[in-house]
């Protein structure tokens, strides 16, 4: 295949969430959040696995940078835990939870690489869930005031802060399907919590903006939905539904000023959207200086009375959408592989919201990996050609987008390490760098050789 360069200052890096790799869930005196609560209750989490120990970064983090400047990255994403910060998600901070975040930024900028942390990806305080999680309008209040605290210890040397990581998974499959933490069932509180999760990533970029910080961002895991039958007025309808549920729920009030009408109608359906307060709109609004994207695979859907519809996690379409069952080679966790997705995906985005730069936050493929003794660093290696073959695949993609004049910064591979992937635990890996989880040796994948190579290419 043909060489390709990517821009100058093209950022590569690599990503991760801290209750999926930290571990030390009672260390230094962080509080429980629902995801300790979840993984906890039986049937919920694959084999009751649990983030109490996962890749044990919290005490490996000086080893993992220095891999991470091994394989070159310029960038590495990351989430604070906030019941690290506030144990109860609210009122004093605990010094010696930032002090961990401290250590870590110090040694990613020690090594040259730029540090992007998330606010939050998914681990609530449970006395927050206690009260309502993100179906209560004070939790958005009270992110504001977790993520000033975490700026102001940091913001001296991060200059990029996303706020929330795929507000979707947190409102549709926490609330929805329960597939997620808080594990519920219930339209009405899922359509209530993508409102509060928007209104505390507007609180929480304000209060960053006003305390100088220069990069605000937030990412968003859109779907690139396509009907199954591009000549369907029925498959038409339903692209246009899921859609509404799944984008521009989110990217109407962040890029375009409100929500849009059809999708508050629909909403109006399961819950009286009177959450949205006079002002709230306007706030969320507010303009951001990158929009994070998360890509994995399309969506595909037809109209059809009596189709199974998406359950709780599109919640309204049951009897008239049917989702397609994946197709082709899949990966690992059954997710189809199409890379045009992404192409479709950014070059939509920067057509309908046109003006934010993005950066693509996370994308990668789970594989059955087996560590053979023969790999490619000599020994215990992993050969995951598969893999390669997808990140392959899917930077052609992005390069494709950029040809198409789409102002994409940047390509971080989810994950650095395998890791705790939520309901499925830690039997779904993951990682460029394979993870041996019972004495947590790390062993760089053929993937992130290869990967090491682009970089240092700064293309294919
Ligand atoms: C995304 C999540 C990330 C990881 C990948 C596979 O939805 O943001 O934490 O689990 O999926």
Redesign the pocket.
Known sequence: MSNLRFPENFLWGAAT?AY?IEGAARDDGRGPSIWDTFSRTPGKVHQGHTGDVACDHYHRYADDVALMAELGLRAYRFSVAWPRIQPDGTGPVNPCGLDFYDRLVDALLDRGIDPIVTLY?WDLPQALGDRGGWTNRETAEHFATYATAVHARLGDRVDTWTTL??PW?SAYLGYGNGVHAPGEQDPAAAFTAVHHLLLGHGLAARALRAAGAETIGITL?PADVRPADPASAADAAAVRLVDGLHNRIFLDPLLAGGYPEDVLEHVGGFVEPAFVRDGDEKLIAAPIDLLGI?Y?QPTYVAGRPGGAGGGGAYPGTEGAVEFLPPVGPLTDMGWMIEPAGLTRLLERIATDYPGVPMLIT?N?AAFPDKPGVDGPDGAGGVMDTDRIAYLDGHLRAAHEAIARGVDLRGYLV??LLDNF??AEGYRKR?GIVHVDYLTQRRTPKASARWYQEVISRNGL
Do not use: D, R
């Open positions: 969430a999926q990806h990581n795929e998974c895991n998360n994995y996370e990668g989810w994950s992937e939520w993951f």
